[in-house]
């Protein structure tokens, strides 16, 4: 008989050692490398593959076809189904990841709810909660009168059998995937075999009958989902479920999705009633504006097809240290200092004797490059204690030459603005060429000199006045 061999497999990026370690080779993370046998499972020795059935054909079909009737399942909840591109997709697997606390189990259950109301079979499996903890919320939710059937088990065999009695449901809820194991691994749960190879039954599940399964994963101290990274390039589809500690906002944010964009947010509120889904974000992120404050401009985002609009602070002080302190929050620190460079080179502003904070309102967080131009001018505002116009938005690209590139979707951002009260706008002069561009009113800098001579023009004025 063939002796069993041990490996030792790294719990945060699946690398196989062939010896413990203190670090990992691969990722260089210390203390997660963890001993797991090779007898069964993924990763087993040949051994264990001699006995392995001889493989059978599979059927051949084309592209064209019949398709199920209805594709995707629509939950209700507009926030939920923009995120998803439209919906669950059947026979889908979606895996979503969030901080502890945050809200995805009360998401799952509203979701899980408004699915039954409509007339699916849900099937809500929890490996972390008792039934009655799920009770309890729902009753908290006002769902508790909503058909939903409930289970308490990590077993991927006995869940599988469970779920085939009767008819198929809609959407299996799995939470988490990482409190689930399988008998065709020896690993503890949570660990890479065992989440690797309970995801794999999970999706051959959801692939084989048409059901829409959704996986809760746990995040690391880093934010990222908790696991091999092959779980999120076996799955359909990736979610984030973001959001501040301090605010009572959640973002549910699509970085991968086979069936739809990987740009587009929803946007929920939390209160004591569960989350509550808010349809104008930009209203949210620029509540509590102070519109007379300086260091304070108006950013017209886009988030996949949804303009967004939200308010970019900046605070410029004197130094007393010999290397000025730069803070970011919401923004690319690395941005931060290539726009201050460009202000200091070709602009002749300078920052080697001040602190700079940047801080995006709302606990909101901004990807695009667009944001370059109204960073600026906060940066520029609070240098010069001069307030910016409280009717103006910003958006535009900035090149280390000093430059300002047009960026995508202007109509959209201007009509977004013009909705909620600004009339004018600062941005690229090649988006001057578009429907609304080249509006009365509007700014359009082909450098950044410009800009910022038009804001130390304003103070002039007012010093003259």
């Known amino acids: 008989m063939a002796k069993s061999r041990t490996q030792f497999i790294c719990q945060n990026c699946g690398t196989v050692h062939a010896r413990w370690a203190g670090k990992c080779d691969a990722c260089g993370e210390w203390n997660t490398l963890i001993e797991e046998g090779t007898s069964s499972g993924i990763g087993a020795g040949p051994s264990s ?11 051949l079909t084309t592209l064209s076809g019949e398709i199920e009737e209805a594709p995707r399942i629509v939950s209700g909840i507009s926030e939920l189904d923009r995120a998803t591109g439209g919906g669950f997709v059947r026979g889908s697997a979606l895996l979503i990841g969030g901080d502890p606390g945050i809200g995805k189990s009360t998401l799952l259950t509203q979701a899980a709810a408004a699915l039954a109301l409509r007339g699916h079979r849900v099937v809500y499996v929890s490996g972390e909660e008792a039934v009655a903890q799920i009770r309890l919320r729902a009753q908290r939710l006002g769902a508790d009168k909503t058909p939903v059937e ?6 991927v065999e006995d869940i599988l059998a469970t779920v085939a009695e009767g008819k198929r449901p809609d959407l299996l809820i799995l939470d988490s995937i990482q409190t689930l194991w399988t008998d065709m691994a020896d690993s503890a749960p949570g660990t890479v075999t065992q989440v690797r190879a309970a995801s794999q039954a999970m999706i051959r599940y959801a692939k084989s009958t048409g059901a829409a399964v959704v996986l809760v994963g746990h995040v690391t101290k880093e934010g990222q989902i908790a696991g091999p990274r092959v779980v999120e390039h076996m799955v359909d589809g990736v979610l984030y479920f973001e959001g501040e500690g301090g605010h009572h906002y959640r973002i549910l944010r699509t970085v991968k999705n086979r069936f739809g964009p990987t740009d587009e947010i929803g946007v929920f509120e939390m209160s004591d009633r569960g989350l509550r889904e808010v349809a104008n974000p930009s209203e949210l992120f620029l509540g509590e504006r102070s519109a007379a404050a300086p260091g304070a401009a108006v950013f017209a985002g886009m988030e996949g097809t949804r303009p967004v609009l939200v308010e970019i602070q900046a605070l410029v002080a ?27 080179a070709h602009c002749g502003v300078r920052f080697s004797q001040h602190d700079v904070y940047l801080n995006v309102a709302g606990g909101y967080r901004i990807t695009e490059p667009a944001a370059d131009l109204a960073v600026a001018a906060a940066l520029v505002s609070s240098l010069t204690g001069l307030a910016l116009p ?6 535009g690209e900035i090149s280390l030459s000093g430059a300002i ?5 202007a109509q959209q951002r201007l009509k977004e603005a013009e909705k909620l009260g600004f009339a004018r706008a600062v941005m690229p002069p090649s988006n001057g060429d578009e429907p609304g561009g080249g509006a009365r009113g509007n700014f359009q800098p082909s450098t950044l000199s410009e800009l910022v001579a038009r804001i130390a023009g304003a103070r002039a004025r007012d010093a003259d006045g």
């Open 390 to 395: 409280a009717d103006c938005v910003y958006f």
């Open 150 to 155: 409930l289970a308490a088990e990590t077993n």
């Open 405 to 409: 590139r047009p960026v995508a979707h």
């Open 49 to 59: 593959l001699r006995s392995a059935r001889k493989g059978r054909p599979v059927a």
């Open 318 to 344: 004197p130094s007393p240290l010999g290397t000025p302190r730069r803070a970011v929050v919401g923004w690319d620190s690395s941005r931060l200092s290539m726009v201050l460079a460009v202000l200091e």
